[in-house]
């Protein structure tokens, strides 16, 4: 599976951006994406997912309200559309891949997008 990112950029603080993902090759029917980020020096944490379980997006406390998760009806496209930004959203923000599960956790990711580079100023 290859996932591909699109949509990062620069914005105001305040502003909003959406962010898609595209996934190629063979999924399993359990197959679920989600959203990391990493800001620079700090460790990659999770954004927002969406469970195999019960197909229902998750978002992490610092975004909750703010980001919304939108799944393609195939499940081979993500969109996170993000509104009020904060100049502490800055970060790349990374599309995950998991066969199964939450995708709320590194250890669970199969797959990884390449990065898409979102900056806020004030």
């Known amino acids: 599976v290859q996932l591909v990112e699109s949509g990062g950029g620069s914005v105001q603080a305040g502003g909003s951006l959406t962010l898609s993902c595209a996934a190629s090759?063979?999924?399993?029917?359990?197959?679920?994406m989600g959203w990391f980020r990493q800001a620079p020096g700090q460790g990659r944490e999770w954004v927002a997912s969406?469970?195999?379980?019960?197909?229902?997006?998750s978002y992490s406390d610092s975004v909750k309200g703010r980001f919304t998760l939108r799944q393609g009806n195939d499940k081979k496209t993500l969109y996170l559309q993000m509104t009020t930004l904060k100049p502490e959203d800055t970060a790349m923000y990374y599309c995950?891949?998991?066969?199964?599960?939450?995708?709320?956790?590194?250890?669970?990711?199969?797959?990884w997008g390449h990065g898409a580079q979102v900056t806020v100023s004030q």
């Open positions: 995950a891949g998991c066969d199964i599960g939450v995708c709320s956790v590194i250890p669970d990711v199969n797959y």
């Open positions: 969406i469970s195999s379980a019960d197909g229902m997006p």
């Open positions: 090759g063979y999924i399993y029917r359990t197959f679920v």
